[in-house]
């Protein structure tokens, strides 16, 4: 059992490149979510989604796409990379059923350079 | 929009003492989460509060929930240095609906000097 994992652990792209984040859980968890963490700022929820195929907008959502075609994964798309999207970046994942909140769990995170 | 305060954002305490980290909200939830992250590392779950009143400990640790107050504290008992991390604590956006979107505080780094 792996828990979240993320695919690169690091990347370091130029300015206006595309690259695309993986996260994969085997919790068969119903709940997914990408955050990025900047220092000083805490964690912000950019997307996330409730189920296989459906996605939503976190706080920061703009310059990010997203995308759940399988409920174990969970993509991050930058299409046009910028500087201010240096960040590490963190999927987590979580069960939820009716009536009850799991705690989330987090994968060990991607190191995004933007030069 | 719900905005989360912790206090202080950094600490700096001795071995054997004892210690409060405030977590303070800005609107109604009942949900409330305590995590740790090493230097480098992912997050670790420490607490779920799901109601007010709620108190929970786990070894030199305990975190209270007053949601009336919108207050949580995360109450270090007798730190020994291996405490030494970033406590984030986090809220649910929507009272009751356990919408499991979270807003972070911007965390407390704890360091504990032997």
């Known amino acids: 059992n792996a828990g979240v994992t993320q695919t690169p652990k690091f990347r370091v792209l130029k300015t206006g490149q595309s690259m695309t984040l993986l996260c994969a859980q085997d919790?068969?968890?119903?709940?997914m979510y990408w955050y990025r963490q900047d220092p000083g700022m805490g964690l912000r929820l950019i997307h996330y989604?409730?189920?296989?195929?459906?996605?939503a907008k976190g706080e920061v959502p703009d310059g990010y796409n997203v995308s759940r075609l399988k409920k174990q994964n969970f993509l991050l798309g930058l299409e046009s990379a910028a500087p201010s999207q240096t960040s590490v970046y963190f999927c987590?994942?979580?069960?939820?059923?009716?009536?009850?909140?799991?705690?989330?769990?987090f994968g060990p995170g991607t190191r995004l350079t933007v030069l | 929009e719900l905005k989360v305060e912790q206090n202080p954002l950094f600490l700096s305490m001795q071995e054997g003492k004892n210690y409060t980290i405030y977590c303070n909200y800005s609107t109604t939830s009942d949900r409330l989460y305590w995590y740790r992250q090493d230097p480098g590392k992912s997050l670790e779950s420490l607490f779920v509060?799901?109601?007010?009143?709620a108190v929970k400990q786990e070894g030199r640790l305990m975190a209270s929930l007053d949601t009336k107050a919108r207050l949580s504290t995360l109450h270090i008992t007798a730190a020994v240095h291996d405490l030494s991390a970033t406590y984030f604590c986090?809220?649910?956006?929507?009272?009751?609906?356990?919408?499991?979107?979270?807003?972070f505080g911007k965390g407390t780094k704890l360091t504990v000097n032997p």
């Open positions: 987590a994942s979580s069960f939820s059923t009716s009536g009850n909140t799991d705690t989330q769990y």
């Open positions: 509060l799901l109601s007010n009143g």
């Open positions: 986090a809220v649910d956006m929507e009272h009751q609906g356990g919408s499991e979107k979270l807003v």
């Open positions: 919790m068969n968890h119903e709940y």
């Open positions: 989604s409730v189920g296989e195929g459906t996605t």
